[in-house]
């Protein structure tokens, strides 16, 4: 392998890089827990980009113990649609960017594996 054939994988790889960073700041998915009481809308790089709590998710009880309870469980509904949100970009990129490192075989022939 010469250098030129270096030089060229190189910056094949790094477009596709670039490639993989777009789809991901492109992706969006949505998570939700307790029947869609909490949704939260997510990117492919896992930020939160925005989070919906239905009111009635958010009415906290009056009587003894029924106010932390029910932030208690708000509190884990938000979680369960974070870990949703994240679950769902990890098998939306699967998808999008399987096809894209199908692309990479050439290198392991050229890298002689």
Known sequence: MDFNQIKEMMGQAQQMQQQVEQTMAQTTVEGSAGGGAVTVRMNGQKRVLAVQIDPSAAAVGTGPGEASSDLE????????????ASRRVDEALQGKLSGMMGGMEWMRGMLGQ
């Open 73 to 84: 469980m708000l509190q884990d509904l938000i979680a369960a649609a974070v870990n949703d």
